[in-house]
């Protein structure tokens, strides 16, 4: 089994020529957010992915194995709620009103100028109906943001880490000394029915 090590984000450094040539493994959300898994990469070679806690793999990225094979990540597509305006009533700020509410339920959700994805959840699929959303099922990858501190090793989905700050608070954002923890929208969320990600 060979050893996957480091992540390069988006291959940053690396000569197209050799991405090009090299093999993939193909992954979805729930494998590149964790920092020890196995796969397969397209040769049929079995992978033991080992990266420092923390780490997010995006599509996009490279994994640099022990005896210095790369491997391209590919993102897999997945089941996803695709999140649009009511094409009768709605505007492009109900997203905005959308990703607000689903920020509150501290729900994964990648944002796109036209639409919105979360993992499927059909209780958040009722509450963003009930708002005059546009909810399909879809099977797409899913990118979510990465949060005020990006993940590490990227911001947003490339670029630099920035420092650990807001780390281990549990849910990806940090609070000052003695600030009270209650969110705006926390009565609505519990006359909605507040759902995590499944």
């Not at 990540?73 to 094409?87: D, E, G, K, N, Y």
Request: charged share 20%; hydrophobic share 35%; net charge negative.
């Amino acid at each position: 089994m060979l050893h996957a090590t480091r992540c390069i984000p988006q291959g940053q450094g690396l000569a197209p020529v050799l991405l090009n040539r090299a093999a993939s493994v193909t992954l979805d959300w729930d494998q590149r957010q964790k920092s020890r898994f196995d796969c397969e990469d397209s040769q049929g070679r079995r992978i033991g992915v080992f990266l420092p806690r923390g780490t997010v793999v995006r599509g996009g990225d490279a994994l640099l194995t022990h005896d210095g094979s790369l491997l391209k990540v590919l993102a897999a597509p997945q089941p996803v709620l695709r999140i649009t305006p009511c094409s009768v009533h709605g505007s492009p700020f109900d997203l905005t009103r959308a990703a607000y509410h689903l920020g509150n339920r501290h729900v994964p959700i990648e944002l796109q100028p036209d639409h919105l994805k979360i993992e499927p959840d059909h209780v958040l699929a009722e509450m963003l109906r009930l708002m005059h959303l546009t909810v399909t099922e879809a099977r797409e990858p899913f990118e979510p943001e990465a949060g005020a501190y990006g993940d590490h090793g990227h911001s947003g989905h490339g670029g630099h880490a920035h420092p650990h700050a807001g780390h281990g608070h549990g849910h990806g954002h940090a609070h000052p000394p003695g600030a009270d923890h209650d969110h705006p929208g926390q009565a609505e969320a519990q006359v909605a029915g507040s759902a995590q990600p499944s």
